[in-house]
């Protein structure tokens, strides 16, 4: 594709490290293409709302966001997502999606501690885990991720100097009141009604056409630097 001079759309994970992305951005600057990342979870209705109603200031300066993401599905017992060697691990390969969602509410990451562990064995990468993050702005982010969750559940709560949010990712509602007394909710369906998909390769092809920047865009690297700062930083017991 690079020798065509074709851009490039390429889903998550772009490498499975920091190294292999670098390498990939930098042939595609070398052969003078677009290289656009499928981040589309900040395109779902829900993260979309949270994104723009904290932009407008309405829960002050954002403190602190925590996100649960749990279940215990039937791809994660089978095949290629069960290799560390060919998805770089739960993290890397899932929750890539909501650190990226952190650094977009609380900025740069500069410390990350976490605890993960493998209950069920039907990966050969750790299916628990409790992730802690601080941000360079003092910001505080926890993910709490599983794939050994029967009874599932998706929850994100953001703390900011003015007020709290919660809403339920993917679906449900997303809710939010400050100090002061405001108060306001929002159903999934009444805030968006495109495919977030659709509206992502939107995105990119409307960045190819005016040759400008994507309107939705991430920095790979740096957003996926955390979980593998974790990775290497985990203490062998926490295996």
Not at 27 to 33: E, P
Not at 142 to 157: I, Q
Not at 207 to 220: M, Q, V, Y
Request: net charge positive.
């Amino acid at each position: 594709m690079l020798f065509r001079s074709k851009p490039v759309f390429c889903e998550k994970p772009l490498g499975l490290s920091v190294t292999q992305c670098d390498r990939m951005v930098a042939a595609c600057r070398d052969a003078g293409v677009e290289l656009f990342v499928g981040q589309v979870l900040g395109l779902f209705p829900l993260f979309r709302k949270s994104l723009e109603l904290i932009a407008a200031g309405v829960l002050g300066v954002p403190r602190a966001v925590s996100v649960t993401r749990a279940m215990c599905s039937g791809p994660y017992r089978k095949g290629w997502r069960t290799r560390r060697a060919t998805t770089g691990g739960r993290i890397l390969e899932v929750n890539v999606h909501e650190l990226d969602y952190m650094r977009r509410i609380l900025g740069e990451p500069v410390e990350v501690y976490a605890k993960i562990q493998n209950i069920l064995g039907h990966t050969d990468y750790e299916d628990l885990g409790f992730v802690m993050v601080e941000f360079a702005g003092g910001g505080v982010g926890c993910l709490h991720t599983s794939n050994a969750s029967p009874a599932g559940e998706y929850r994100a709560h953001i703390q900011g100097t003015r007020g709290s949010m919660i809403h339920g990712g993917f679906k449900g509602t997303l809710e939010y009141q400050t100090l002061d007394g405001a108060r306001e909710q929002f159903a999934s369906p009444d805030v968006q009604r495109e495919n977030p998909y659709e509206l992502e390769l939107g995105l990119w092809l409307d960045s190819i056409a005016t040759k400008t920047p994507p309107a939705w865009a991430s920095e790979w690297p740096r957003c996926m630097s955390s979980p593998r700062r974790r990775v290497r930083s985990k203490p062998s017991e926490s295996r």
